[in-house]
């Protein structure tokens, strides 16, 4: 404050109709504010978790099935930043060495533990305003949107492909199923990675080998 004050001092034309006194009293209370504002965003990044460990594969999906914030969608506020957070889960545990790909490599994150949340849901959440019950509620509301199907359809493959560091079967299940309920995006089978492998999502099965494939990708 005393480096601002001093600055204050060497304005010569704080504008027409302004003192000295009331330009420097002005500034000072302005840049006082702003410090302050500062001063509690800086804090409340610092109690934050650390941000989820998670492949552009999961956080691609998380974005397609709520661009906008999960709890605030739309929101009314001017752009703010958003990000992935990761919801509390009581019944946490850790995945059967069998069922992961490695373990040499950190197990892949639970896309239904996560959530898209805005700053100021993050805010709320911190204050208490927000609970995890409500925040599960929201998650999950995320997979009865129109089209949800087809995102996960699209993670399926990644996954399918090495996206993830490790595969969960308990994840990849569910997002069978919620492929299935819709058959559109269920049939028929289809080929990826030039025909290395042919995937039934209908049948939740795959087929490594050489098959026929007509697409370039």
């Known amino acids: 404050m005393a480096i601002v004050d001093w600055l204050t001092l060497q304005v010569r034309d704080w504008g027409a109709g302004i003192s000295q006194a009331t330009g420097i ?74 069922l992961r790909k490695t373990g040499l490599r950190p197990e892949a994150p ?12 993050r805010r709320r959440r911190e204050a208490g305003e927000l609970t995890e019950a409500e925040l599960r509620a929201a998650r999950f509301a995320l997979d009865r949107r129109p089209g949800a199907a087809r995102h ?12 993830e560091e ?25 080929t990826l990675n030039h025909g290395e492998l042919v995937v039934d999502r209908f049948r939740g099965s795959l087929d490594w080998g050489d098959h026929p494939c007509e697409d370039e990708h």
């Open 166 to 190: 490790a595969i969960d079967m308990n994840v990849l299940g569910r997002v069978q199923v919620i492929i299935m309920a819709d058959p559109e995006v269920a049939a028929p089978p289809y």
């Open 25 to 98: 009293e002005k500034a000072l209370r302005r840049f006082e504010r702003l410090w302050y504002q500062a001063k509690r965003e800086e804090e409340a990044l610092a109690v934050q978790r650390e941000p989820p460990r998670m492949s552009d594969a999961t956080r691609r999906l998380l974005f397609a099935l709520s661009p906008e914030c999960s709890m605030s969608h739309p929101t009314r506020q001017l752009p703010q930043p958003h990000d992935i957070v990761v919801l509390e889960d009581p019944a946490a545990g850790r995945t059967p060495a069998f």
């Open 152 to 163: 996960y359809a699209a993670y399926h493959d990644q996954v399918l492909l090495g996206a």
């Open 110 to 121: 639970n896309p239904w533990h996560l959530i898209h949340l805005c700053r100021s849901c």
